[in-house]
């Protein structure tokens, strides 16, 4: 077995990958609740001046606040946990009645080398959650794919209005490791 | 509790909208959204139908998109609690020009009057200043909704909250549209954004 390719990956760039993708797209609001796979993201994104990261008490906030972002002619993209899709499913509703471009990127736990066993129920349901709910599920599940995931899951989601969530592996962001 | 002073909220929200000028206004799923429609259609009117507890939330969103207009969200008692956390959000954020005001029956009128958390515990105005959103108050007079109405349009010194007490007469029922597409489209046309 060949050691993994990102071993000594202690500062992944696929978080800056991110950033540049959305830039590119001009996406200027990202409301998120904070994740540690997200950390570099959110520190990116309040260093910005083009972005405002936006905390929120509850990640459906977020779907709400991307609508009337819109409306507004802004676009955003929600960064959460799993734990937090199941938080927004009623709000989720707007997409389609609404029409407006959602992206969201999902940090995943509940898989892959998972310690924590209540975080399984919900992320072992994240995807059909969103697949239910008419958002279009892609994944990354290494640094290298991340790039054009996340090209194509912003193209289809701003060009198209075609509700998209990026699932980042736990395999990609590595299992949380808890010590006593 | 006192029960004096309710006010009638089709003349509340007349008041706030009778001169709105670049205002938009979003309406809170329930009475408030049709109490706008009843105000007079308008190109910015931003009527929900659904996502009960979003209506802060759509606001915020648009304050900090267009940070040059006023935006004035109306919603009702129920709405605002379901979304209470979104008052620690816009505390946060501060946008200026957001204004956020609840018409509050303390009561759940579109399914049956059941009796609110405001009818007997919860002070939305407390929540709202515990949530860093200082200029906060309870209005009772249409005096003090004439003199909201006019600070809504200033808008480098908010955000601002108010809860409106109001009476739980029963109205007849004026109703927006229904086309969620519609509704955005138009907002966004008016603001002088095209088509995707």
């Known amino acids: 077995m060949h050691a993994r390719a990102d071993a000594a990956d202690t500062a992944p760039m696929w978080p800056d990958d991110i950033f540049?993708?959305?830039?590119?797209?001009?996406?200027?609001?990202?409301?998120?609740?904070?994740d540690a796979g997200h950390s570099r993201l959110i520190q990116r994104v309040l260093a910005s001046s083009t972005m405002r990261g936006i905390a929120l008490t509850t990640e459906e906030e977020g779907v709400a606040l991307l609508a009337g972002a819109w409306a507004g002619g802004q676009r955003g993209v929600l960064l959460m946990q799993s734990s937090g899709v199941g938080n927004c499913i009623n709000m989720l509703s707007l997409i389609p009645i609404l029409r407006f471009p959602f992206l969201t990127l999902v940090t995943m736990r509940g898989e892959w080398g998972e310690f924590n066993p209540w975080q399984v129920p919900m992320g072992s349901t994240t995807q059909g959650v969103f697949e239910?709910?008419?958002?279009?599920?892609?994944?990354?599940?290494?640094?290298a794919e991340v790039p054009a995931v996340l090209e194509a899951a912003a193209a289809q989601a701003y060009n198209a209005l075609t509700p998209t969530a990026v699932l980042l592996s736990q395999r990609l962001i590595g299992a949380k490791v808890f010590t006593k | 509790m006192s029960k004096a002073n309710l006010l009638d909220r089709r003349q509340v929200v007349s008041t706030l909208l009778a001169d709105r000028k670049d205002v938009v206004a979003i309406g809170g799923l329930g009475a408030s959204t049709n109490d706008m429609c009843a105000a007079g259609d308008h190109a910015r009117n931003f009527y929900l139908w659904g996502g009960m507890g979003g209506a802060a939330m759509i606001g915020l969103g648009l304050a900090l998109a267009q940070p040059e207009l006023p935006v004035l969200v109306i919603t009702g008692d129920g709405e605002m609690l379901m979304g209470m956390g979104s008052l620690a959000t816009i505390g946060l954020q501060k946008p200026a020009n957001l204004s956020i005001v609840v018409l509050d029956n303390e009561a759940y009128?579109?399914?049956?009057?059941?009796?609110?958390?405001?009818?007997?515990?919860?002070?939305?105005?407390?929540?709202?200043?515990?949530?860093?959103?200082?200029a906060s108050q309870a209005i009772s007079t249409m005096a003090e909704v004439e003199a909201f109405a006019r600070r809504v349009h200033d808008v480098a010194a908010g955000p601002r909250f108010a809860n409106v007490k109001i009476d739980n007469a029963s109205l007849e029922r004026i109703l927006p549209t229904r086309d969620g597409t519609y509704i955005v489209n138009r907002i966004r046309g008016d603001l002088g954004f095209q088509p995707i």
């Not at chain 1, 959305?22 to 990202?30: A, S």
């Not at chain 2, 007997?120 to 515990?130: F, H, P, Q, W, Y």
């Open chain 1, 132 to 143: 239910l709910s008419g958002v279009q599920v892609l994944r990354a599940s290494s640094a």
């Open chain 1, 20 to 34: 540049a993708t959305l830039q590119r797209f001009d996406v200027r609001q990202v409301p998120y609740v904070p």
């Open chain 2, 109 to 134: 009128g579109e399914t049956g009057g059941q009796t609110s958390h405001t009818s007997a515990a919860a002070d939305l105005v407390g929540v709202a200043r515990a949530c860093g959103i200082t």
